[in-house]
Structures are given as C-alpha cells and as structure tokens.
C-alpha cells in the first residue's frame, strides 16, 4: 500500500470527543469553542483568542484588527500559503513578496528590508515555513507590526522558559486544517498574547458564521492533550530519517534550532531531479511532494525574478510522509527509499 505524504493523526480519543459533541447537539459555535480556548490558554500563554472558521478568516480579522486601509502595502514571503492573496485581495491591500534568507525557507531582517525599500508597508506576514520558527525578535526590530502563523510549527511547550522567549508578534495564527501541525478538520485561533495587543480584538463583531463551530473545538481540544505524545513520536521518526538522507547527496534545510525543530515535515533539498525522485517513489509506493506547491510562489503568483531563492526551494524541495500514525514497518521503508534516492 502507497504512503501518502500527509495524514491527519486522528486517534480513538478525537473520534469520541466529536461524536459526544454530536450526541449533545453541540455541533455550531458553543461552549466547546470556550472550553477549547481555556485549554489553548494553558499551552499557548495569550492574553485574548478568538476561535474562527479558518486561517483566512483569521488574517482577515487580524488585518482589520491593525486598522488597514485600502491600499497599504503588506510584507509576506514568497512561500507564504496561497489563501494570503485571496485575502489582501479582497481588502484590497497590496502585497509586497519577500524573498526567504540564502539556504533557509524563512524571511530576514535583510531580505524584508530589501522588500520593503520605498513601499512604507503597514504590516508584516510571518508564516513558520514547513513548520521552521524564524527569529521573532530579529524580525520585530523591523518596526513593522507583525502577524505571526505558528499553524505549522506548534510544540508542546518544554517549561516555563519557553514562555518569556515567546514574542514579537501583535497577533498570532495557530491553524487547525487538515495539514497543520494540530488539526480539528479545519478552523483556526486567532490570539494575543498582551493585553495591550488584545484590545481590537476584544472590540470585533462579526457574525457566528465565522466562529469555530464546536464539532471541530472538541477534536481541537484532544490535539492539544495529545501534543506532546505526537511530537516525541515525530522526533523519533525524524531521527531514522536523518541517518537514512544522511547517505545521499540531498541536503537538508538550514533550520534555526531554538526553539526546537518539531519536525513538522520531513523536507530535503534534491540535488539531482525531482521528477527523478517522485517517479523512484510511485515505484517504490512512497509518496513524495513538492514542499512548496501550496505557496504563493508554488502557484504562480510572484515573480521568480524578484525572489530568486524562494524560487529555486520551490523547483527542488520535496517532502516525505512524516507523520505519529506511521508503523514501524512503514518507517522502516520510507527510511530504506530515503537511503536510495536517485
């Protein structure tokens, strides 16, 4: 049997908790969306949270929670999801493409200046690539107001520390979607982490339809509980890999260690071809992918000339299936294709 790249860690526990949330009757926006963000609040320190429909929803309302207008200039990566262009578009604000730092999937303080040299952008897009943390601080210092998507790149927090080294952003996205690094079949929070920062949200109105329903809160909140099992189990995993890539000429992606990698995806630069690799891996029965296809830039929508780096990750970046409900047998085999890479 094909594995598929991506599949949503979806256990006994998560299936209960949205079937009792059926048999009450408590499927729309209700009292497990509450009792999802008291239990957010445990894990992910904020001030104030909104749990919203989907990560569009909640960059619009982040958006509008900085006040924009039409017109103003907003800073994002090349790599950054392609739902971002639907949703400045339909504020119609601008969208001004950063190109990621050499050998890395992130932004920099450099390569945003250089974006942002003569545009006076009014807010800053930072999506944690494939799951990799950029240096929040460095990127603060900018001045730009930043909007922080943490979707992929959630970890357990490992003590207190962790708490005080958090920061940077005015608001924060942690997205609940199929290919998230938590999932509740789609739905997004949308938080502060200050009370200075939290007061335009506490101030929006928007219709129910745009509040996370509750058959989705409740699986939320299982992910959240079972996070740190799922995490250890992805480093276990990605440690066999490692040693497996480490016997190719491939390279691995230049990550910033602190805080730690959640091994969010298992990704590798390929140095030979990539159609090579993906027809290697319909014969072997493992799936691979191209890292960036659901990018802005995987779609078309920035010129290559103008980031010439995120373009180039985007022709050769491929990602392997990585994810808790693998088998021993079937990590033994993705290791022993990872070894064999043409």
Known sequence: MKIEVYSPTIRRKEMDAVLTAMVEDNIGPGEQSQKLVQIAREYLHFDYCLPLRSPAVALAFALKALDLHDGDGVLLSALAPRYCAWVLESMRLFPIYCDTAPSSVLLSAETIAAAAAGK????????????????????????????????????????????????GAVFSILGLEERDALTAGGGALLYALTRRDSGPLRNLEFPREYSLPDINAALAQIQFKEAARNHARRRDIAQVYTQAALRTRHKHIVRNDKPEYNNYAFPLIIETGMKDVISYGKRKEVSVEYAFEDTLMGAGLVPKESCPEAYSLSLRTAIFPLYPRLSSSQITKVSKFLSALP
């Open 120 to 167: 006076s952008p009014k807010a800053l897009l930072v999506h944690h690539v494939l799951g990799f943390a950029p240096d929040m601080a460095a990127l603060a210092e900018t001045g730009v107001p930043i909007i922080e998507d943490c979707s992929r790149s959630y970890a357990p927090p490992a003590g207190e520390e962790e708490k005080t080294e958090k920061g």
